[in-house]
């Protein structure tokens, strides 16, 4: 199967960072064909904090991989701002993950070899427009732990380290892939509050995947996914804190 290669525009709106339209995600095992997604369409606004939520294999990390420059859909467009993501070269796709997009997974790959400071540094020293280590790391409330190694920082301190990375080239877009779960409750609450502080502060358009219902709670808006396709969006109104979430 090979991607589309019809015509289609971006909605002529300021506020929209993506625009998916009608995404499908097809990988080939041997000779079974494995529908990660079918028939995607979403849209993200500029400062929005978005929790994707759904289990294991509903296709979240697959879309969060699309939307990042990771991978590529089978079918369908991915717009990012006026930029067709689906039609960009492989030199397109790098310059927009270093310049325009953050990454947290799950687990923090960070350097063991360097301090909290020279592993946000990693990524300053080749943005375009960098905050420094230091301001990065004050912005998680690291302040105290700049030149303390991963190996004597705690899991949510070592998360923390990760999304000032993440952050510290000021990008547009903060894509994170179950940033709390590695983490206990009590831990994770701590990182969201540093997700939720940059998404205020910085006004980053901050889409976070999740199985965890209860950080929906937080979001501006959820989208629930099941078997690869969207099956509900839901808006708060009121957004709880993360210290108000009962996990």
């Known amino acids: 199967m090979s991607r589309q290669t019809d015509t289609v525009q971006p909605p002529l709106d300021d506020r929209l960072v993506f625009h998916v339209h009608d995404v499908t995600k097809v990988y080939q095992m041997g000779e079974v064909s494995v ?9 993200l606004y500029r400062g929005e904090f978005t929790v994707l939520l759904g289990a294991s294999g509903s296709g979240k990390s697959t879309l969060l991989n699309i939307l990042g420059g990771l991978d590529t859909p089978t079918e369908g467009h991915v717009f990012y701002r006026d930029h067709d993501l689906t039609r960009a070269s492989d030199a397109d796709l790098t310059h927009y993950r270093r310049f325009h997009v953050g990454f947290v997974f799950q687990f923090y790959n960070l350097i063991p070899s360097l301090t909290a400071r020279e ?3 990693v990524v300053t020293e080749i943005a375009g ?3 420094t280590p230091q301001d990065a790391l004050e912005l998680v409330d690291l302040a105290d732990r700049l030149d303390h190694f991963p190996a004597q920082l705690s899991g949510g301190e070592q998360q923390r380290v990760a999304i000032a990375r993440a952050i510290a080239k000021r990008p547009d877009v903060l894509l994170c892939d179950e940033p709390t779960g590695a983490l206990d409750s009590k831990t994770g609450v701590i990182v969201l509050e540093a997700l939720q502080r940059v998404n205020q502060e910085m006004g980053t358009t901050t889409a976070v995947i999740t ?3 209860a ?3 937080m979001a501006h808006r959820v989208i629930r996914l099941a078997d690869g396709q969207i099956v509900d969006v839901e808006h708060n109104d009121h957004q709880l804190s993360p210290d108000q979430l009962q996990w």
């Open 35 to 43: 529908h990660a997604l079918r028939g995607v369409a979403l849209d």
């Open 119 to 121: 592993n946000v540094a």
């Open 129 to 131: 427009d960098p905050m």
């Open 211 to 213: 199985h965890n219902a």
């Open 215 to 217: 950080i929906a709670q």
